[in-house]
């Protein structure tokens, strides 16, 4: 055998590597006057077959005086022997740091299914969200 | 209790906190920079135990944590503890 054979031909696109490709998202949740005040985007990673192996993040933002802030977002954990999603809640805007929690979160599944659960979970109670959130920090519904 | 009326409570439990620390701005001050409140309830322990794993998640990443216990006494509803990595 050729030992200086091009090892190429051998090396196919996908093959004995998993590829963790990463992909974004965004839409809007709401408009106001022609303008987007609430969105989702999401972010995860999918391997080659098209599974999704991780939730690096689900937030929900909300347009505050011209800024983007956000409010509540997902991701799931990082050990790969026991990943789990879980919940930020940003405390007010005057105070960045968050809530993490468990509480209310799915927990059984992959992640495949905690994706579509926190997307479905931010486009059916962002309101909830914002409207605690503008309470806490003292702002009125039209900011 | 029944396990929605658990969850309910305990997602008030970190409105609950929320409110406390929006009400006690001074808290932040002995940290640099924002945290990670990580709750913990009086009565569910489920939760706890579930918490205490985020914790080691949270700090892993390199993220600071306080851990808040929730109490019984009405004038410091919550017990804040700065978490080491």
Not at chain 2, 41 to 69: H, Q, W, Y
Request: net charge positive; no cysteine; hydrophobic share 30%.
């Amino acid at each position: 055998m050729n030992k200086y054979k091009s090892k190429s031909r051998y090396r196919k696109r996908g093959v004995g590597t998993k590829r963790n490709r990463k992909f974004i998202n965004s839409f809007p949740l709401s408009f106001e006057s022609g303008l987007t005040t609430d969105r989702l985007t999401y972010s995860y990673r999918r391997d080659q077959t098209g599974k999704v192996t991780e939730v690096t993040t689900v937030t929900y933002d909300i347009l505050v005086e011209g800024d983007w802030i956000t409010i509540v977002y997902y991701d799931s954990t990082h050990d790969p022997k026991e990943s789990y999603l879980h919940k930020h809640i940003r405390v007010a805007l005057q105070n960045p740091s968050d809530t993490p929690t468990l509480e209310g979160v799915k927990r059984r599944g992959n992640p495949s299914i905690w994706l579509t659960w926190a997307i479905n979970d931010i486009k059916n109670n962002f309101q909830i969200y914002k409207k605690n959130f503008l309470k806490r920090s003292n702002l009125t519904d039209k900011v | 209790m029944s396990k929605k009326q658990q969850i309910q409570k305990n997602i008030e439990l970190s409105s609950k906190l929320a409110d406390y620390l929006v009400s006690n701005p001074n808290i932040d001050n002995k940290l640099t920079g924002p945290a990670s409140y990580v709750v913990f309830s009086s009565t569910d322990n489920n939760l706890n135990t579930l918490n205490t794993k985020l914790i080691t998640s949270l700090l892993n990443e390199g993220k600071k944590v306080v851990k808040a216990e929730e109490t019984t006494s009405k004038k410091m509803p919550w017990r804040l503890t700065f978490i080491n990595p």
